[in-house]
Structures are given as structure tokens and as C-alpha cells.
């Protein structure tokens, strides 16, 4: 399953800053007919309007408001390719005192945030030939760090969901893109602390973008990211890629 950018229309949610900003910018580079801009405070988006004229038209989401991603959904009926871009990043260990409510706090955006985009706007890809969702995800939902407990439990969390989307969206026609960046150069990244060790953003859309034209559903974005991925190529097309019920079988002998 494969998808060409050029003429389409797509949907970024956190589109005013970071990675979010370059996927919109390198969406119409490409050919995209326009971008959404679903950002929480749409005069956030002001400055994109004002470069890219009505190819950017803002739109209200946030993902911790059901309602406003139910609502984004209506205006963005001819979108085709949604990026679900945002989330939420603190650093915080399994031990701290704050833990829990933190881990509420990045479970609420990076997981229901997802379902929340997921379910509202399935039925618009559907209705416009089945189009793309893309995840953003990251290397931390396949290997957990200390002093980022929370985060990568919630990314790991946001990965199981997209595996999951990968196959029951395939039955309408939906691409499927989890995206897997390493740490990059954007606000949340600086205030993460990860320093000399990130990526610039602008790597970011063109490996998305390609796993999109190609009809891969990973990205494996940045050094880090592309170390991690070739040892785990021979779970994903074993395990990941298999079928369950298969797998059952084999697994009990039946």
C-alpha cells in the first residue's frame, strides 16, 4: 500500500513549532494541496498563514479535549493524510514523588490524545479512499530510561496502539506510518536535556515521507533510531507483521 504526497490533503496536529512545523512546511514543499494546522491556540498558527497563504488553514485541537478533535474532524472533511504529531514529554522517574500524576499527564496526551485523532477522523480518511495516519512515536517506546520512566511507558503504550491501528485500518484502506524518531533539536527536546546527542528536526518529515510513498509502517528516524531498528527488523517481520492466529497455531501445534 503506497500513497503519493503531491495533491493531497493533510491534517498536522502540533503543526506551529518543531517537528510539527517542519512536516506542514515539507508537506507543501512536496506537492500537498494544503496542511490543517490542528494546533490548541489557533493564532499560533498566524505566522504560517502569513507564509503559505490559504494552504494553511488553522484549525482548533487539543488533544486532551475530545470535543475539539470531534469538531476538527468536521471542518477537515477532504483531509487524506493525518499526522498525529503532538504529545507531551516530562522527565520524570518511576520513584519520584510526582510520578503518577505525571504518567496521568503524558498517558492522557500521548495515548488517548491518539485514539481520540484516531477515531474522529478514520471515518474522513475512509470516506476519502483510505488515505495515511501517521504516529508519531519515538525510540523511547521500544527502550525505557530512568529518568524518563513515564514518557517511554506512554510512547510504548502510543506504539501498541499504532500496531494495532496498522491492522484494523487496513481493512479500509488506511496506511498506517509509526514514526520513530531519536531525541531531536526541538523545545521539548532542549528542555529534556538532550543536547549535542539530537537531531536536527528537518530529518524528520523526509523519512516520514518516504515511509509514506513507499507503504512502509515504521520510520526509523536519526542515528539512534536506525542502530535500534536493525536488530529489531527480524522481530517486526516475524512477530509484528505475522499473523496471530497463525502464530497460535504454531505455537500450540494446532
Known amino acids: 500500500m503506497t500513497f503519493h ?6 491534517l498536522v496536529t502540533g503543526a506551529n513549532r518543531g517537528i510539527g512545523k517542519v512536516i506542514l ?5 512536496r506537492g500537498a494541496k494544503k496542511v ?9 498558527a498566524d505566522d504560517l498563514v502569513e507564509t503559505h497563504g490559504d494552504q494553511v488553514i488553522p484549525v482548533r485541537l487539543d488533544l486532551n479535549d475530545p470535543s475539539s478533535v470531534r469538531e476538527a474532524a468536521l471542518v477537515a472533511k477532504d483531509v487524506n493524510v493525518v499526522v498525529n504529531n503532538a504529545g507531551v514529554l516530562q522527565v520524570c ?9 505525571t504518567l496521568q499527564y503524558e498517558m492522557e496526551a500521548n495515548v488517548y490524545g491518539l485514539i481520540r485523532v484516531a477515531q474522529a477522523f478514520a471515518p474522513v480518511l475512509k470516506a476519502n479512499g483510505g488515505g495515511v495516519f501517521v504516529q508519531l512515536n519515538s525510540v523511547a517506546s521500544l527502550n525505557a530510561t530512568p529518568e524518563f520512566a513515564t514518557y517511554c511507558a506512554s510512547k510504548a503504550a502510543a506504539y501498541s496502539i499504532t500496531l494495532g491501528l496498522r491492522k484494523s485500518l487496513q481493512e479500509q484502506g488506511t496506511l498506517v506510518v509509526s514514526a520513530h524518531p531519536g531525541p531531536i533539536q526541538t523545545d521539548m527536546g532542549r528542555s529534556a536535556g538532550f543536547g549535542e546527542f539530537a537531531s536536527d528536526p528537518a530529518i524528520v518529515a ?3 515521507f518516504d515511509a509514506i ?3 512502509h509502517f515504521h520510520a526509523w528516524i536519526g542515528p539512534l533510531a536506525e542502530l535500534i531498528s536493525e ?24
Open 5 to 10: 504526497i503531491r495533491d493531497s490533503v493533510f
Open 206 to 208: 523526509p523519512a516520514i
Open 231 to 254: 536488530p529489531y527488523q527480524p522481530f517486526v517481520e516475524q512477530i509484528l507483521s505475522g499473523d496471530m492466529k497463525q502464530l497460535r497455531e504454531q505455537a500450540f501445534g494446532l
Open 93 to 101: 522517574s518511576a520513584f519520584a514523588d510526582e510520578t503518577i500524576e
Open 25 to 29: 512546511e515539507t508537506a507543501l514543499q
Open 213 to 215: 510513498e513507499q507503504g
Open 36 to 44: 490543517y494546522a490542528a494546533v490548541r491556540d489557533v493564532q499560533t
